[in-house]
């Protein structure tokens, strides 16, 4: 099969976009007047805005998200990516409520000037819908909060493009924090989904996904807590029946043992 040109540069892809977002902003203005639904909080208009702008605005980083549900051990490996202890891994934890944000360090321009924009200019950026707040422990996002707080800390063991989020737990009871969970999958560019033996195949956890599938997300699947001698020839019936119930093809599929 041959392969197609895009057939507009990357300056004219950029003018087009703006000019998208612009009748889009002309259409929420007018979109009671005129009779049809306001497209606010639908797939496209959360990519539109929460991924596409911000990706041809500035320098873009590649944003990656942890997601996982309740103690599934997903802000273990957060850290563990992150090479600091920047969210809870109390198992006692009442779950994650609010995401944590590691930016990398602020990349400098020839002349020696800071090339980045500021942290809460970064967030702001890509989550319109949550409020930047500076790291200063591991247990800021387990507090109740009526505001979509987004905890942030800049990170020295990250690349430099790199943006990597902990996320909410995903099987919240808590309707307003899987909610906050979705707003990050949107802006994401990958899903490290973090998934356990025991809860895999969750209600709540199949509905995720599923959304990720339906907005093109790409994901590396993580099975944390396994008991390698019992479970390792399950595995692969249970990739195979997490990839059918969510339409979710990993890229990558790690195992990790149930041994601290």
Known sequence: MSQTSFPFSLEQTKRLVFALDSAVGRLVNVAGEIG??????????????????????EESLMVVAVVGGTNTGKSLLF????????????????????PVCILPLPRKSGDGTQKQQSPEDLIRRYFKDFTPVQWSGAEQPLESSDTNLLFWRVGSNVPERLMLLDT?????????????ASAIRQAADILFAVVTPQKYNDAAVRRFFRDATAAGKQTILMWNMVDIEQDASDLPQWTEQFSRETGTQPHAVYVAPHNR
């Open 36 to 57: 049809i639904r306001e497209p606010r909080g639908d797939v496209w208009f959360t990519l539109l805005k929460q991924k596409l702008l911000p990706q041809i605005s």
């Open 79 to 98: 850290n563990q990516l992150a090479g600091e202890n920047a969210s809870s891994v109390d198992a006692r934890a009442a779950g994650t409520k609010h």
């Open 168 to 180: 909410p737990d995903i099987d919240s009871d808590a309707e307003v924090n899987w909610e906050r």
